[in-house]
């Protein structure tokens, strides 16, 4: 479903000239299965993120969402993708119902199949109790639930979520993971960027850590754990990257 093959992105800086945000970058998501960005901030997980959902595009390198290019198909593949990010962005006089409605619109959802859909969601992610409730009446918890459904609304065979437990306390982003991870079940291919230990370790199957532009290396938890013999991955992170950057064995 996601297909990622030496994808590289630069940016021009007034002092340094070019700079690689990603360099060569190669990755597989399959449908069914959550990969996880695992990378500090500045890693270039969000710049990935963002080539994948047609925001950017890529300096070269090929990325192939659902069978059509970033770069070549920019409206094929948002047609068939969903993204998240820790952002919510609910309006705050608009309900949760109108929220997921108005976005289902705008993907051209006919009614009746859309007014399905609806109800179909909002029984999924037990919203019914919030469905008239206006965005400035929420709860950031209410608001994170508005935003997964407005995100699968089209039913898109591929969901990008980047940093969506962000800033939420642990209540709030247990409900989140417990949503990406009903939405595994349901065959969704999903690529899931964090910088949480623990997110990656209860909800990734494999995962790929990523530090500055660069994949160090991609597997399952057990697999990276056994390779490197760490005791967790976030032993496993810090020998990863205090291999590529000297100053991290110096903290």
């Not at 630069?10 to 000239?17: A, N, S, Y």
């Not at 705008?106 to 199949?113: A, K």
């Not at 000297?246 to 903290?251: E, G």
């Amino acid at each position: 479903m996601i297909r990622v093959q030496d994808l590289t992105k630069e940016f021009f800086d007034l002092k340094r000239g070019p700079v690689a945000a990603l360099n060569e970058v190669s990755f597989e998501v399959k449908p069914g299965e959550i990969f996880g960005l695992l990378g500090p901030n500045g890693a270039g997980k969000t710049t990935c993120l963002r080539i994948l959902s047609t925001v950017l595009k890529p300096t070269s390198g090929l990325a192939l969402v659902a069978g059509f290019d970033v770069a070549r198909s920019p409206e094929s593949v948002r047609a068939n993708i969903g993204f998240m990010s820790g952002n919510t962005g609910i309006y705050d006089r608009m309900t949760a119902w109108e929220m997921v409605e108005y976005y289902g619109r705008l993907y051209g959802i006919e009614e009746e199949q859309l007014q399905n859909r609806l109800h179909e969601i909002f029984d999924q992610l037990q919203m019914n109790e919030i469905r008239d409730l206006l965005g400035s009446k929420m709860s950031t918890g209410m608001k994170q639930k508005v935003s997964i459904a407005r995100t699968i609304v089209h039913d898109p065979p591929v969901l990008i979520f980047d940093e969506p437990t962000s800033g939420l306390d642990v209540l709030v982003a247990r409900a989140v993971l417990e949503a990406v991870d009903s939405l595994r079940d349901a065959g969704k291919c999903i690529i899931f960027s964090t910088h949480i230990m623990r997110e990656v370790e209860k909800l990734c199957d494999r995962v790929a850590i990523i530090h500055k532009g660069e994949i160090l290396d991609v597997g399952t938890v057990d697999e990276l754990i056994q390779k490197y013999v760490q005791p967790d991955i976030e032993e496993v992170f810090f020998h990863l990257i205090g291999s590529r950057d000297p100053l991290m064995n110096a903290i």
